[in-house]
């Protein structure tokens, strides 16, 4: 993969030398204006025509990042790049400060990351986190200077705050480890380290034991085949992909689409060439949970792309993962070579004759990436634009083959799905006591960063009232920095909603019973939960909700915007970022919309210009503010509205959908922050 090789030759120079890229087109028989068309479109690629600096420090400037100070950091004048001119004056090298967008380690924010040309051998780069400007200038003063920099500050050895009553422990050691096993937090999610069994891939085991026991091949059910004789054929059939549709666990990447639906089209698709890429891109604002499963239970996921691999048919399986992670992209290869010494994947996977092979793919970087599509252009050595759909990845992804994209948690919860059934994940959500029959099913992580007093992963039943993970002393134990103003409820995607969400004020019986009807023709169980949501906090009468009493669940947030008829449609991702205080929420939403300006892939039209035109009208709104000459008129509410519909019609992909939100939610829910910036 072209790809592949563009991140080895600027892993070894730290930029792509002409005469490096020349050579890999005459190696490759790839043209070089493909090559160079690939080169040129991720940011994390230097050409040497660029000229890049031989020294570089880049400073996450989103959301968490942006709230702990790094505008200040980044300041002309008075900032780091103040310090990189005087230090290229000084030295003769180039020495350079700009901004990135997120590096996954917003729980310890600002996180910074430091390369220089010729990295020393084995290194990478170097990410330095929670450091004051002077602590960051002495670092950049000590690259310059050819001097050893302080020690970076690794995952391997921070340990993320989790679940109090979850602590890490180092897992049972087993013959075919290399290298000690990392401490990993006693999640659910982790089935081995939970059973103190060793990580001997026991549910691919079991699906090959399976296999081998058939008195005939599994075959994929006939094309005519649906709705409850499907249903009847796979549960007889294909018992433990059954088990992932028992357990409904949806896709943790966002979209959340069940992951039973992806693996059983990929199943039933025709052909022998199918591919399994699991999602490791990880690179929305405030999310890092994929971080430590990879780093701390790589096994779980490369366990999970096997699983999905056989179970579908497919005779590859990938793991795409951001180049930021260097640490967890080394764990993953380690582990995948562990799996192949024990016989889990491979050229015949447990003695079934069948082969499966493994790989991780260091992603050349963007935030677009992660959207699947991009990934797998990006994977096919494209430019990672988003491809317009139909036809779906299921029938025609990589390769034009049949592919499950799965996200890394995802992948991650298969193995004790097969091991225990799809019933025992389902069971872990939450319930409320009583009536214990209004439940919502299973278990899901979530990153967590801003002010609480305890930023990291946990492990939460789906369904767990926001206040528990915020105050809960088992959780985040409590908002800090003042009282509640804002969450941010999935990234920057959903924009940031208010501690108290105005709501529909006609909300009455006949309103309500509608809602729980249409709700309850989709799911019993969530038309329960909505009932009891409304009369336990919404009595009649009442002007908000309280955003911590809504819980953490997908499908309650998407009944929200019909049911409380909410200006702008709520969104539940995996990173929770929470702003307390008097922070200036007009300030964070020009940051939101700055963020999906830079990393739109410039594809369509409308987004690539309406993400500026976005932040020029914030960037506007808060000019004015702050030069005490707010605007009172209703202009920019209207432009953001048109915007945002032309956006909704226009864009393929879901980054042109949501870039809007931010300044949507700031002016539905904070208009008093564009009249005066709060104190
Ligand atoms: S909506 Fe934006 S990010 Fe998505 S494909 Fe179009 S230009 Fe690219
Ligand atoms: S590391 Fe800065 S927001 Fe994620």
Avoid at 5 to 33: H, T
Avoid at 286 to 304: N, Y
Avoid at 340 to 366: H, L
Avoid at 447 to 465: H, M, N, T
Wanted: with cysteine; net charge negative; aromatic share 8%.
């Amino acid at each position: 993969m072209i790809v592949q090789r563009l991140r080895e030759i600027q892993n070894r120079f730290g930029f792509l030398p002409d005469a490096e890229l020349k050579k890999l087109a005459l190696d490759s028989g790839v043209p070089l204006y493909r090559i160079e068309e690939v080169s040129s479109f991720f940011p994390a690629f230097k050409l040497e025509r660029t000229n890049p600096p031989q020294i570089e420090m880049r400073v996450c400037r989103d959301m968490t990042c942006h709230l702990r100070g790094a505008a200040d950091l980044l300041d002309e004048e008075n900032g780091l790049p103040a310090v990189a001119r005087a230090l290229s004056d000084e030295t003769g090298k180039t020495v350079c400060v700009e901004g990135v967008s997120c590096l996954g380690r917003c729980d310890r924010a600002p996180a910074v990351w430091v390369e220089k040309l010729n990295m020393p051998e084995g290194e990478h780069a170097w990410v330095y986190t929670k450091k004051t400007q002077e602590q960051l200038a002495g670092i950049l003063s000590a690259v310059a200077r050819d001097e050893d920099p302080p020690p970076a500050d690794s995952d391997e050895t921070y340990a993320a705050h989790t679940n109090e009553n979850r602590p890490y422990s180092v897992p049972v050691k087993d013959p075919a480890d290399e290298h000690p096993p990392l401490a990993a937090p006693g999640w659910s999610l982790d089935v081995y380290g939970r059973q103190r069994w060793p990580r001997d891939y026991r549910a691919v085991k079991r699906f090959t034991d399976y296999l081998k026991n058939l008195a005939r091949p599994l075959l994929a059910p006939p094309k005519e085949l649906g709705g409850k004789d499907l249903e009847a054929y796979v549960q007889r059939w294909h018992p433990m992909l059954w088990e992932l549709k028992t357990a409904n666990l949806l896709g943790m990447g966002g979209a959340g689409a069940p992951a039973y639906q992806k693996w059983l089209d990929v199943w039933r698709a025709p052909g022998t060439e199918k591919y399994i890429v699991c999602n490791g891109d990880e690179s929305e604002p405030g999310t890092f949970k994929d971080r430590e499963i990879l780093l701390r239970m790589p096994h779980l996921v490369v366990e999970g792309v096997i699983l999905a691999g056989i179970m579908t048919g497919a005779t590859a399986g990938y793991i795409y993962i951001r180049h930021e992670y260097h640490e967890q992209i080394h764990a993953v290869r380690e582990e995948i070579e562990r799996a192949v010494r024990i016989g889990a994947c491979g050229e015949d996977v447990f003695g079934t004759g069948r082969a499966f092979t493994v790989e991780a793919f260091e992603s050349p970087g963007g935030y677009i990436c992660g959207e699947q599509s991009a990934l797998i252009e990006a994977m096919e050595d494209k430019r990672g634009q988003p491809r317009n759909r139909p036809p779906e990845l299921t029938t025609n992804g990589l390769r034009d083959k049949p592919t499950v994209v799965n996200n890394v948690e995802t992948l991650a919860w298969a193995p004790g799905i097969v091991l225990f059934g799809g019933d025992k994940y389902e069971m872990g959500g939450w319930r409320l006591q009583p009536p214990a029959t209004v439940k919502l099913g299973g278990r899901r992580l979530f990153s967590v960063s801003g002010d609480v007093a305890k930023p990291g992963v946990y492990e939460v039943a789906v369904g767990l009232p926001l206040r528990e993970l915020l105050e809960g002393k088992k959780y985040c134990g409590g908002i800090v920095n003042g009282a509640l103003r804002a969450v941010a409820t999935s990234g920057p995607s959903g924009g940031l909603l208010p501690a108290r969400i105005p709501i529909d004020k006609t909300l009455d019986d006949k309103k309500r019973a509608d809602v729980v009807k249409r709700i309850g023709e989709r799911s019993a169980a969530d038309a329960a939960y909505m009932e009891w949501f409304l009369k336990t906090f919404v009595p009649m009468g009442t002007t908000h909700i309280d955003l911590l009493d809504v819980p953490l669940d997908l499908t309650f947030y998407r009944n929200m915007e019909s049911t409380f008829k909410l200006p702008v449609e709520p969104m539940l991702g995996a990173a929770l970022v929470v702003y307390a205080g008097n922070v200036d929420i007009l300030d964070q939403a020009v940051n939101f919309t700055e963020f999906y300006r830079n990393e739109s892939c410039g594809k369509c039209v409308p987004c690539r210009l309406g993400s500026q035109k976005l932040v020029q009208i914030g960037t506007d709104l808060m000019a004015r503010r702050d030069a005490g000459k707010p605007v009172t008129d209703p202009s920019a509410k209207t432009d953001i509205e048109q915007i945002t519909k032309t956006l909704k019609l226009t864009s393929i992909c879901g980054l042109g959908y949501v870039a809007p939100f931010p300044l949507a939610t700031a002016m539905a829910y904070f208009a008093a922050d564009f009249q005066k910036k709060p104190t």
